[in-house]
């Protein structure tokens, strides 16, 4: 659906044609024209949905529309960073309107508390804040929140993990009983449910499940040790030898190391990470759709949002972090009914991880044999790993708290050592 379909206020509108956001994602679909109904609302999706735009556009339009003085909107989130990120959005979003905004945060000197305080004083449309800084100043007396017609909390699963419940609580007791309550989240457990439940009004919950790959991508797998990853890498390249492919990992290191090693094995590839600009990207992106390379071997930013077709091959040189990503790495294949093709290499210790992917997905993804040239390779026992990987779980975190008290560096190095170790490409499929 495009934002124009979306009954927001010109100004607003405006600002989105300005930022270049054109279609509204699922969340912001169903979520918008609910809010602007007035309706309270528990909204999950996960991370990188648009869940900012879902609330924020709006509120902003509530505001206009109302042409009230004082603070109008609260939005309480976990972090500093975040509380940023989304007075950060809002500034964009409202660049062709008077709805003003003040990030609230804790962490600094006493001077910001002084001008959040006059700030508050004074009254803004929107205050972004995290709990326990807004506490200091609600206690302070000075906060008028009489004004205050919705209140949001963004991750709010995250909050209650950071144990934010009494402190929301609190903020909460300051707001008027007669309110619009939304509720954003990644994840939707029992306790955003209670939560819910003592917050809010009859709430609509608008779920945006994972998403199935379609049918038509063919998807495998391969078990493989560490060293054997790129050699297999090159030679599903070199047999296949398809015109666009997409090699998604999961660090930058081994995006910038693999696009190395390609390149000097004469592959047409390049690299987008986080450590080039927009302008860099957008420039790769560009000689791959013209396709002056073929292949570009990039971390997660590329899986969602950015609109690449026809893609012939997606590999997975990791195992993605969740189910999710995973559908939406492969996703980039096979677009408008076209086939695709999507690999995943799976070292022992992701076995578990890959394993959880197939149930969240309901099937299994067929398991591919490695060529003999490649020696012997691990057998895929995830319900093996699972137990050894919990048992290697608890042992880093307690070397790393060591760490940091005793400022004793002596952990570090074995383990970077390790890993250097893991990285490094053996002899034999070098050539
Ligand atoms: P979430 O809160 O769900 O994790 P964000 O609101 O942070 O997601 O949005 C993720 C990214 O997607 C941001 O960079 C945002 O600018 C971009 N984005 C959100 N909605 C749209 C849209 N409708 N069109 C284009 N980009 C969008
Ligand atoms: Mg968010």
């Known amino acids: 659906m495009k934002f124009t379909e979306i009954n927001l206020h010109e100004n607003i509108q405006e600002g989105l044609d300005a930022i270049g956001f054109e279609k509204a994602s699922p969340v912001q679909e169903f979520a918008i024209p609910l809010i602007l109904e007035g309706k309270d609302i528990i909204a999950s999706a996960q991370t990188g949905t648009g869940k900012t735009a879902a609330f924020l556009l709006p509120v902003m339009d509530k505001i206009m529309r109302s042409k009230r003085d004082g603070i109008q909107a609260i ?34 000197d ?41 209140l949001i909390l963004d991750e709010a699963d995250r909050m209650l993990d950071m144990g934010f419940f009494a402190d929301i609580m609190k903020i909460i007791s300051y707001l008027p009983k007669e309110r619009q309550t939304l509720l954003f989240s990644a994840t939707m457990p029992v306790k955003i449910r209670q939560l819910a439940n003592q917050i809010q009004n009859k709430p609509e919950t608008i779920n945006i499940a994972v998403s199935k790959p379609p049918e038509s991508i063919r998807q495998g797998a391969y078990s493989v040790y560490n060293n054997q990853k790129s050699g297999l890498i090159k030679q599903i390249l070199k047999e296949k030898n398809l015109q666009t492919v997409v090699i998604f990992c999961s660090s930058k290191i081994s995006t910038k190391e693999l696009a190395r090693e390609l390149k000097r094995a004469k592959f047409s590839a390049d690299e987008i990470h986080s450590d080039l600009d927009q302008l860099q990207r957008k420039e790769v992106l560009q000689k791959f759709r013209s396709r002056k390379i073929n292949i570009i071997v990039a971390t997660d930013i590329l899986s969602r949002g950015i609109d690449i077709d026809n893609i012939d091959m997606v590999i997975n040189y990791d195992v993605p972090h969740d189910a999710e990503d995973y559908v939406h790495r492969i996703g980039r294949t096979a677009r408008a009914a ?16 890959f394993q959880s992917i197939e149930d969240l997905l309901g099937t299994t993804v067929e398991k591919l044999d490695v060529p003999e040239e490649f020696g012997e390779t691990p057998k895929y026992e995830p319900d093996k790993q699972k137990k050894f990987s919990k048992f290697r779980k608890k042992r880093p975190d307690k070397n790393r708290n060591n760490r940091r008290k005793s400022g004793n560096n002596q952990n570090k190095k074995p383990s970077n050592q390790r890993k250097r170790k893991h990285f490094k490409p053996s002899e034999k499929n070098k050539k």
């Open 110 to 150: 006493g001077k910001p508390f002084t001008q959040e305080k006059n700030a508050l004083t004074r009254g803004t449309d929107v205050v972004i804040c995290t709990p326990g800084r807004m506490i200091s100043h609600l206690a302070g007396g000075y906060v008028n929140c009489d004004s205050i017609t919705t």
């Open 338 to 353: 076209a086939k695709g093709e999507a690999y995943t290499l799976i070292i022992p210790k992701e076995q578990h991880k």
């Open 75 to 108: 939005v309480i989130a976990p972090t500093r960073e975040l509380a940023i990120q989304i007075d950060q959005n809002l500034e964009g979003f409202s660049y062709f309107t008077e709805v003003g905004s003040i990030a609230v945060y804790g962490g600094g």
